[in-house]
Structure formats: structure tokens, C-alpha cells
């Protein structure tokens, strides 16, 4: 099993940034396809990115394309999320997620397809 911990997130204005990254610990992280997924509060928990092991295959919701990029540093075991021109309609809170699964041959929009969760981490968007 391994350990996620996602940091980064916090209040900023509309048009802003961030880049939330994901640590994880227990396993190398290179063996992992890898996702970001958000939940806003009264809502269900949707896709927002997903990358496979190497980095060289992405995915992202519609509603993010363009804005956000999902990169990963097998070598520091991290995944991170650059979000660029913020929304108010971004606001949640965003869980990095890790599966062993091939992203190729996986569900990678569908947070059951992963194993493991990070606790999340808070992003805000003001306007």
C-alpha cells in the first residue's frame, strides 16, 4: 500500500494559480498510474487529470483542459496538478489517487479504479 499526502492547496483570486503536488511513501511511485480527482461541497466526486507511469500518457476532464497540467517526478516519488487561470467554480478539495493498473487498460476516469487516497487538500477560488 502506499501513502499519499497532497499539499499546495489554499485561497486565491480568480485568474490565479496553484500547483498542488502529491507525495507518496511505502512504494516507488513509478509503478503507479496516477490520478487527481476533486469534490466541491453538496457535489459528487469528479475526475480532473490522470497520468500514467511514465508521464508520457495524460488525460483530463473537459472542464479543466487547457488550464490545469498534470506532471509527476518519479524520481522525488511526486505527482503534481498546475492549475492556471482559476476558476470560482474550481473550488474543493483535490485527492491525488495511485493505482498499479495500467492506465491504458484502465477505467482512469473512475475514482474506483484506484487503490489508494490521499486526505486531500483545500483549494478556494475567490471572485
Known amino acids: 500500500q502506499v501513502q499519499l499526502v497532497e499539499s499546495g492547496g489554499g485561497l486565491v483570486q480568480a485568474g490565479g494559480s496553484l500547483r498542488l503536488s502529491c507525495a507518496a511513501s511505502g512504494r516507488t511511485l513509478s509503478r503507479d498510474s496516477m490520478g487527481w480527482f476533486r469534490q466541491a461541497p453538496g457535489k459528487e466526486r469528479e475526475f480532473v487529470a490522470a497520468i500514467s507511469r511514465s508521464g508520457g500518457y495524460t488525460k483530463y476532464a473537459d472542464s479543466v483542459k487547457g488550464r490545469f497540467t498534470i506532471s509527476r517526478d518519479n524520481a522525488k516519488n511526486t505527482v503534481y496538478l498546475k492549475m492556471n487561470s482559476l476558476k470560482p467554480e474550481d473550488t474543493a478539495a483535490y485527492y491525488c489517487?495511485?493505482?498499479?493498473?495500467?492506465?491504458?487498460?484502465?477505467?482512469?476516469?473512475?475514482?474506483?479504479?484506484?487503490?489508494?487516497w490521499g486526505q486531500g487538500t483545500q483549494v478556494a477560488v475567490s471572485s
Open positions: 489517487a495511485a493505482t498499479t493498473a495500467d492506465m491504458e487498460d484502465m477505467r482512469w476516469y473512475d475514482g474506483d479504479a484506484y487503490d489508494d
